[in-house]
C-alpha cells in the first residue's frame, strides 16, 4: 500500500480495487465480470483494455473455476486495529524499533475480560453473525496422484472453510471415493511436511469431536468430560459475581473471555464450527469450540446451560452446589492438567 499514494489502510485499498472492477480494468480469473473484488488468496488479473471483454479458459463460468480452484477469504482488518494503543500507526513502513514497542504496549495491556468495555468482543460476535449467513465450507475436485504413481484414474473433493481467520484453526477435509489409501497418505503427509516449512501444523482431527447428546450422532462412549472452573478464590469481597465491578449485562460475555483466556494459556486455538453440522439447542450453544496445539485434545465453553436433560443435568446440579463455579468440557484424559487447575489446585487459577 505504500506505493500507492493516497491509499493507507485496507478498506481503502480495497475501494480501489473495487472500482477498478466496476470499470473493467482487473477481473476475476474465471472472466466472470460481476465478479466483486475480493480481499484473500482470490485470482483476478489485469485487463489493458476494459472495452474488450477478456478471454479466459473458463469464459467466464464460476462455478466450473471454483471446481478446480481453491479461493479463501480473508477478514478485513478494521482501520482501527492497525494502530496500537498509543495511536502509533502499524503500516507496512514502520522501523523494528516501533514493532518492538508496539508489541510491549500490547503484551503490558489488560486482558480483553477485564477492559471497560465489550467494543472488541460484540464487533467479533457480529462478524461471526455475518459469516454464519453464508456457507461455511467450499469444495473442489483434485488430482490425489500428484506423482503418477497409479496406472488408473484417481480423483477426489477438497472440502475447506470459505474464510480464514488467522487467530483461528483452519480445517479442511480430504474426501475420496475413486483413490486408494496409499496415494491419499502420501498426499496428506507431502502437504504436512510442506506446511513445516512455514511454520504451519497440520493435524488429523475427528469430524465431531464431541458427540454431544444434543446432537445425532451422539455417542455416550465419547461424551466429554465436564471440567469445573471453582473461582471462589478470585471472589475476595465480591458477593454475587466474579466481575460485579463491570455492569451486569457484560457478566456473561466477560466470564467467557475469562475461561477462553484460561484455555489459550493451555495451548488451545479457537475453532470456529459450521453450525449446520454442530447446531446449538436452544439452550446450549456449541459455537465456542476449541483445539489443543497439538491436535490431540478438544474443548467446549457452554454458554446456555439449563437443559434439564442429558449431559445438562450434571452441569446444572454443580452450578448448584457452588455460587462460583462454571465449567469447561474437555474430550480426551489429557485434559488433566487443566482440570487441576480449574478446581483452583495450587492456587493456579489466580496466576
Known amino acids: ?201 497440520l493435524i488429523p482431527v475427528p469430524n465431531d469431536p464431541f458427540a454431544l447428546p444434543i446432537t445425532k450422532k451422539s455417542d455416550p462412549v465419547r461424551g466429554p468430560i465436564f471440567i469445573e472452573l471453582d473461582t471462589d478464590c478470585l471472589m475476595g469481597d465480591k458477593e454475587v459475581n466474579l466481575f460485579e465491578d463491570y455492569p451486569q449485562r457484560t457478566w456473561d460475555q466477560r466470564l467467557l473471555l475469562f475461561r477462553e483466556a484460561i484455555a489459550q494459556r493451555f495451548g488451545f486455538v479457537n475453532s470456529r464450527v459450521d453450525n449446520s453440522q454442530q447446531p446449538s439447542s436452544s439452550r446450549f450453544s456449541t459455537d465456542h469450540q476449541y483445539i489443543h496445539c497439538t491436535g490431540n485434545m478438544f474443548l467446549l465453553i457452554p454458554t446456555r446451560m439449563e437443559m434439564s436433560t442429558g449431559i445438562q443435568v450434571k452441569l446444572k446440579k454443580i452450578r448448584e452446589t457452588g455460587k462460583n463455579k462454571y465449567c469447561f468440557l474437555g474430550y480426551e484424559s489429557s485434559t488433566v492438567d487443566l482440570r487441576e487447575a480449574s478446581r483452583g489446585h495450587e492456587e493456579r487459577v489466580v496466576e
Open 1 to 201: 500500500m505504500e506505493n500507492v499514494k493516497g491509499v493507507d489502510s485496507q478498506s481503502v485499498a480495497i475501494g480501489v480495487l473495487n472500482r477498478m472492477v466496476e470499470k473493467k480494468y482487473v477481473y476475476h480469473a474465471s472472466g466472470d465480470l460481476s465478479h466483486s473484488f475480493v480481499y484473500g488468496f482470490y485470482f483476478f488479473a489485469v485487463n489493458p483494455n476494459p472495452k474488450v471483454r477478456p478471454t479466459t479458459a473458463y469464459n467466464g463460468n464460476l462455478e466450473t473455476f471454483r471446481n478446480d480452484w481453491v479461493e479463501v477469504e480473508i477478514q478485513v482488518e478494521d482501520d482501527k486495529a492497525s494502530k496500537n494503543k498509543h495511536g502509533m500507526s502499524m503500516s507496512s513502513g514502520s522501523s523494528d524499533l516501533d514493532m518492538i514497542e508496539a508489541t510491549a504496549a500490547a503484551a503490558a495491556e489488560l486482558p480483553e475480560f477485564l477492559s471497560a468495555t465489550m467494543e472488541k468482543f460484540v464487533e467479533r460476535q457480529t462478524r461471526n453473525q455475518e459469516l454464519a449467513k453464508k456457507t461455511f465450507y467450499k469444495s473442489m475436485t483434485f488430482d490425489p496422484d500428484q506423482s503418477n504413481r497409479s496406472d488408473r484414474t484417481e480423483w477426489g473433493h477438497l472440502r475447506y472453510q470459505r474464510h480464514y481467520d488467522p487467530c483461528s484453526a483452519f480445517d479442511f477435509a480430504v474426501q475420496w471415493s475413486v483413490s486408494s489409501g496409499a496415494i491419499i497418505s502420501e498426499l496428506v503427509l507431502g502437504w504436512a511436511r510442506k506446511a513445516q516449512q512455514y511454520g504451519i501444523s
